[in-house]
């Protein structure tokens, strides 16, 4: 997709009590947020001040985002994290171009150059939990 942006994200969470994560999470940290609305095709939400690790994927081709997966990787590891999941490029391009119609269609403003993809299960997952973020304008 010419023009557009991906990342690939790692999120490193600060935990406030009382807040659940969603079934997704599969009882592991998971960035905390609020649904202030939602949508039959998205969910609008609010994060809470979480520090984030991004990298760029400078195209679609699979050895750019096999280095920025390998970019991510090196650095958590580096810190002792662990981060295994490898997402689609194709799955992801579609699913945004999916999100950017629903928030034209609900008259939303948001960034049309640029979305985030975030996985929520490793590879060898039976099922898969990912999303597509894109940032209100």
């Not at 050895?63 to 490029?89: E, I, N, W």
């Not at 992801?92 to 049309?112: T, Y």
Request: charged content about 25%.
């Amino acid at each position: 997709m010419v023009g557009s942006e991906l990342s690939l994200i790692l999120v490193l969470f600060c935990s406030v009590q009382g807040w659940e994560a969603p079934d997704f999470c599969h009882q592991k940290e998971c960035p905390e947020y609020n649904v202030f609305n939602t949508n039959s095709d998205f969910e609008e939400r609010q994060y809470v001040s979480t520090d984030w690790i991004t990298t760029k994927v400078e195209s679609t081709g699979d050895s750019d985002l096999l280095a920025a997966h390998s970019r991510l990787k090196d650095y958590c590891q580096s810190k002792g994290m662990v981060f295994t999941d490898r997402p689609s490029v194709k799955n992801g391009q579609d699913n945004a171009q999916e999100l950017r119609e629903a928030l034209v269609k609900a008259g939303k403003s948001f960034d049309p150059h640029s979305y985030t993809g975030a996985g929520y299960d490793t590879y060898f997952s039976l099922t898969h939990h990912s999303e597509i973020w894109i940032y209100a304008a």
